[in-house]
């Protein structure tokens, strides 16, 4: 009998870890030091310049953008940042390129066996814009790669580029690329606000590549779980891995606003970092979708950016605009301006059981918000 491929894991070799590594530390700087010195510069230079030609300092970031426009460390900064995101993509693409076989290998292998948890794709199903035609975090092929595309290429680049990103924006919780590090600690968040929850279905909207969602079944192993995301690519890859895994997780094809499950079928439902790669109208009626989605006194718990414009510096907020505009984030100011807490009575959260608040998270911290269904 054939040598079975192994379990299939992310592991860069030594040179390829290298490579990542001073990527990490070249965004990390980017995102650190070079921002501090950019919000030296608008403090003794660009905001006082901005005040002598217009009686007064910039009152939102399109007005901060302007003040920045012209200032070479503000265009260094840009370039700079552009260029390692092309960096990442790079870097992990070796890696990915290389392990790349091992995973369809095990997927294929897995194929011939009993499935624990279902997969359920659509391929009639329309994507929304913007994201429909937006590289997300530029990430090569987007979301979604080709038409049609069945590769585990698309969910691999992203778990591996997801650590490397996330711990340059100073928000990384634990855990190397491929464990569910933030999983567990939206579960952690959970039981410490809902001592009480004890789910026996669960919903991850927008679960990308599933990694995070293993985090659900491992705090709820009796339960019930799903995954949804737009993306065929992703959901395979999630299905493949949580099988791979042994364990029992569902995925489906599907948009968050209409999932195709039934009335008051989950206990919980979750996302994270979902909403930021969203759109305007989508928020709500992704809101309206949870809401009908959850049993009496089930709980929706959102994890996202924290980078409301109250609570950032004039700076940060032309930085992260920079971002929408250049670096494959165009719903990331638009979702940091919308009220969650409005978005959620709206959709029929009773107002008492709403909240909105803030975790910290490694050396910053995640926007919480959420709901509970009334009983």
Excluded at 34 to 53: I, Y
Aim: charged share 25%; net charge negative; proline share 6%.
């Amino acid at each position: 009998m054939p040598d079975q491929p192994l379990k299939a894991t992310y592991q860069p070799n030594h040179d390829e870890a290298a490579r990542q590594a001073f990527v990490g530390a070249l965004k990390t700087h980017l995102n650190g030091p070079l921002e501090a010195r950019l919000a030296r510069r608008f403090e003794e230079d660009l905001e006082p310049a901005f005040v002598a030609k217009h009686g007064r300092p910039p009152a939102n970031r399109e007005e901060g953008t302007e003040a920045f426009a012209d200032d070479h460390l503000f265009q260094l900064w840009g370039s700079a940042v552009y260029a390692s995101q092309d960096l990442m993509w790079e870097t992990v693409d070796e890696t990915c390129s290389r392990l790349l076989p091992e995973f369809e290998a095990r997927r294929q292998l897995l194929a011939e066996q009993d499935a624990l948890g279902r997969l359920e794709l659509n391929e009639d199903l329309v994507l929304p814009e913007p994201i429909a035609h937006v590289e997300i975090h530029r990430q090569p092929g987007g979301y979604f790669g080709q038409p049609g595309e069945s590769s585990l290429r698309q969910g691999l680049d992203y778990l591996s580029s997801g650590e490397i990103y996330m711990a340059a924006k100073g928000i990384a919780v634990g855990g190397k690329a491929g464990e569910p590090g933030r999983g567990r600690f939206i579960v952690d968040v959970l039981k410490r606000r809902f001592p009480d929850a004890a789910p026996r279905s669960i919903l991850d909207l927008g679960c990308g590549a599933g990694i995070q969602t293993i985090a659900f079944k491992e705090a709820f192993p009796d339960a019930e779980v799903w995954g949804v995301d737009l993306s065929a690519p992703f959901v395979t890859f999630a299905h493949t891995w949580a099988e791979d895994q042994g364990l029992a997780i569902n995925y489906r094809q599907a948009d968050a606003r209409h999932t195709g499950f039934a009335d008051g079928q989950f206990d919980l439902i979750v996302s994270h970092i979902l909403f930021h790669e969203t759109w305007h109208d989508i928020v709500p009626a992704i809101m309206q979708e949870a809401h009908r989605l959850l049993a009496p006194g089930g709980i929706f718990l959102n994890a996202d950016t924290p980078f409301q414009p109250d609570r950032i510096s004039m700076p940060r907020q032309v930085t992260n605009h920079w971002q929408v505009v250049n670096n494959g984030e165009p719903f990331w100011t638009g979702y940091a301006d919308t009220d969650m807490r409005e978005a959620l009575i709206q959709a029929g959260f009773a107002a008492e059981q709403v909240f909105t608040d803030y975790e910290p998270a490694g050396g910053g911290e995640f926007y919480f918000f959420g709901g509970r269904k009334a009983s």
